[in-house]
C-alpha cells in the first residue's frame, strides 16, 4: 500500500470513530458556495433535502466540505448497509477494477455474475419452509427489479393486471411508477400510467378480494405486489396475518406474490430478508439498495418455475457490472459475518432507548419498526419536517416517510453509544421544535 492510499485508510478509520462535530453552522460558506455552483446545472427534480455538500464518509459518520461530521442515520436512504466505504468493500472494488470492469451480462459470462446469483438464491433458502430454487436476473436499482418481476409476470401468467398497494413506493420509471402510491406529488402529469394496475388497503387483505368483486376479476391479475414493511410510505409494520393472507389468496388464483424487499431487505430488518419474519415464500423477490453497499446493484429473483421467459426477453448492457459484484459479494460476506446480527441488537436498543426518551411526549404518536428500520410518528408533516433540519443543523441525518414520521435507518455497522448519540439528538430536536409546527393541522 503506498503512503497515500494508508494515509487516507488512517483517515477514514479516525473519522468513523469520530463524534458529531459542528464547527460551523450548517451549511458552512465553502458548502454554500459549491451548492450555489452546482445547481444551475442540475435537474430541479432533485430533492436535496439538505443542504449538505459532502467531502467523504466512513463507517456512520459524514464530513461536510466546511469540516462539520455527522451521524449518518439514514445511510444513504438505507443504501450503506456495511457503513460508508468500508474497507473490505472498497478493497474488492479495486482489485476487480483492475483486472474487468465491464462486458455486458447479457451477452457473456464472468465469473462474479454466476456467483452472486448462487449466493443470494441460498439466502432467500432461509426465508421460510418450501423455500424454492431460486433464478435471478440481476439490474442497476430497485426499480429496474420492478420492472424486470412485471414484465416476467405478464409473461409468465399470460394476464395484464397488478395488485399493489396504497401507501406503497417501487420506483419513479413509469412501470414501477404505476405501482407506487405513497404520495401523489410522484405520479403529477406522468399520466397515463401503466394500466391494469389496482390498488388495496395495506395491512388489510381484505381489500385485495374486494378489488376482485369491484374492479378486476382473479384470473386477469398476474402479481400482487408488496413490501413486507412500507418503507417510503411510513416505516409500517403490517399485522402479522397480512402476508400470509396474501399467500393464501395468490395460490388460490394462481397469482404471483412478489416481495419488493428492495428497502427492508439485506440486513435491515435484522434478518437477511424482511420475509423472514412471517416465514412466508414469495415467487419473485426484489432487492437493490443494500446488497452491494452504495454500488448500482440489485436483483430480481424468481423460482425456477416461474422464470420461464425466453432468451432476449429482457436484459441490460451494464446490470450485473463486475464492479459492482465485487461489493455484492463483500457485502454480503460482512452481512452473513456479523451486520445482520449488529442490526437485530442495535435496532432493538435503538427503539427501546427512543421509546424511553420520548415517552410522554404529546408531539410523538407512535415509535414502530423491525431491526436498524425504524419509524416515529410525529403530531404534524410540519413538525416531522422542522425537526428533520434541526437534528441537520444538530449533525444527526434522518429522512421523512410517511405524511408525517421520520425513518431511522443507519449503517448496519452502528455501535451502541452511536445509537445513543442517535436518539439523544432525535429527542432533543423534537423537544425543541415550535410549539405552532406541532400544533398545525
Known amino acids: 500500500m503506498s503512503a497515500t492510499a494508508e494515509a487516507v ?87 476487480q477494477a483492475q483486472i474487468l470492469i465491464h462486458i455486458c451480462g447479457t451477452d457473456f459470462h464472468y465469473p462474479g455474475y454466476g456467483a452472486i446469483c448462487e449466493k443470494l438464491g441460498q439466502l432467500a433458502q432461509h426465508i421460510g419452509p418450501n423455500a424454492h430454487h431460486w433464478q435471478t436476473f440481476l439490474t442497476n436499482s430497485g426499480t429496474e427489479a420492478v420492472e424486470a418481476a412485471l414484465k416476467l409476470a405478464r409473461n409468465h401468467t399470460g394476464r395484464q393486471n397488478v395488485i399493489a398497494f396504497r ?11 404505476s405501482l407506487t402510491a405513497s404520495k401523489s406529488k410522484y405520479r403529477r402529469r406522468f399520466g397515463p400510467l401503466l394500466p391494469g394496475v389496482f390498488h388495496a388497503t395495506y395491512g388489510d387483505a381484505v381489500s385485495v378480494e374486494e378489488l376482485f368483486k369491484t374492479v378486476t376479476a382473479p384470473d386477469d391479475v398476474a402479481a400482487i405486489v408488496v413490501e413486507p414493511i412500507l418503507g417510503e410510505g411510513g416505516y409500517i409494520v403490517p399485522p402479522a396475518d397480512f402476508l400470509p393472507a396474501l399467500r393464501a389468496i395468490a395460490d388460490r388464483h394462481g397469482i404471483l406474490l412478489v416481495f419488493d424487499e428492495v428497502q427492508t431487505g439485506m440486513g435491515r430488518t435484522g434478518k437477511m430478508f424482511a420475509a423472514e419474519h412471517t ?58 459475518g456479523s451486520l445482520v446480527a449488529n442490526s437485530a441488537r442495535v435496532g432493538r436498543m435503538l427503539k427501546q432507548l427512543l421509546a424511553e426518551t420520548l415517552a410522554g411526549q404529546p408531539r410523538v404518536t407512535d415509535v414502530r ?16 419536517s422542522e425537526v428533520a433540519q434541526l437534528c441537520f443543523r444538530r449533525g444527526l441525518l434522518v429522512l421523512e416517510c410517511g405524511a408525517k414520521a421520520i425513518r431511522l435507518s443507519p449503517p448496519l455497522v452502528i455501535t451502541d453509544a452511536q445509537a445513543r448519540a442517535t436518539a439523544e439528538v432525535f429527542a432533543r430536536a423534537i423537544a425543541d421544535a415550535r410549539p405552532e409546527a406541532a400544533a398545525k393541522a
Open 369 to 384: 419498526g423491525e431491526g436498524l428500520m425504524i419509524g416515529v410518528e410525529l403530531a404534524t408533516h410540519e413538525l416531522a
Open 279 to 336: 416465514g412466508v415464500v414469495p415467487d419473485v423477490l426484489l432487492v437493490a439498495k443494500g446488497i452491494a453497499s452504495g454500488m448500482p446493484l440489485g436483483a430480481m429473483m424468481a423460482r425456477r418455475e416461474v422464470m420461464t421467459w425466453p432468451a432476449g426477453s429482457h436484459g441490460s448492457t451494464i446490470a450485473g457490472n463486475p464492479v459492482a459484484i465485487a461489493a455484492g459479494l463483500a457485502t454480503i460476506g460482512l452481512l452473513e
Open 167 to 177: 401507501g406503497g413506493f417501487h420506483g419513479r420509471t413509469l412501470g414501477a411508477l
Open 9 to 95: 485508510r488512517l483517515a477514514l478509520e479516525a473519522l468513523a470513530a469520530q463524534p458529531i462535530t459542528i464547527v460551523t453552522e450548517p451549511p458552512g460558506p465553502r458548502a454554500r458556495e459549491m451548492i450555489a455552483r452546482a445547481l444551475p446545472h442540475l435537474s430541479p427534480s432533485l430533492i436535496h433535502c439538505y443542504p449538505l455538500m459532502v467531502r467523504r464518509a466512513s463507517g456512520c459518520m459524514v464530513e461536510d466540505v466546511d469540516g462539520n461530521v455527522y451521524l449518518d442515520a439514514e445511510a444513504g436512504v438505507a443504501t450503506a448497509s456495511t457503513g460508508h466505504c468500508h474497507p473490505a468493500v472498497a478493497d474488492a472494488m479495486a482489485a
